[in-house]
């Protein structure tokens, strides 16, 4: 599945809002002067959702709680939704299953519908800017 609506209905057809999903994402790789780096990534992230609300978020290595990472990015599976449409509304210069494989597209679960991998990018006179995020042990 590669479309983004039909991934949403999907997801929207199963009702959920109990669930929980791992979350992982790095910032700014396609951006030379970006002061952001791989290195200076986020833990991969355990979130916790409760009645469609974040009611925890732990470090998957060490189970210590964390602070939602800063950024329209994060949040419930029906926050990511809003935040990829949003996205593409500004016509990114790649959208793409991941930096290294920009000629995959986006993923998303076959089952629930939820995007498991996806990588944006906006590189032109403006700026740049780039996120890829990878949503892992979804139960």
Known sequence: MVDLNDAEELWQSNGLVDYSFG???KLNQACSNSSSSATDEAPAL???VN????T???????GIEWQAPSGDHFGTIDEIF???EAELEKSPQVVAYSFSEKDQLPAFDENFGF?????IEFNDASGCSSLEVAIFDFS
Do not use: G, H, M, Q
């Open 51 to 54: 009645d469609n609300e974040i």
């Open 56 to 62: 925890s978020i732990t470090a998957v290595d060490t």
């Open 23 to 25: 979350y992982n994402f």
């Open 82 to 84: 809003a935040y990829l």
């Open 46 to 48: 355990k979130v916790t």
């Open 115 to 119: 995007p498991t991998r996806y990588y």
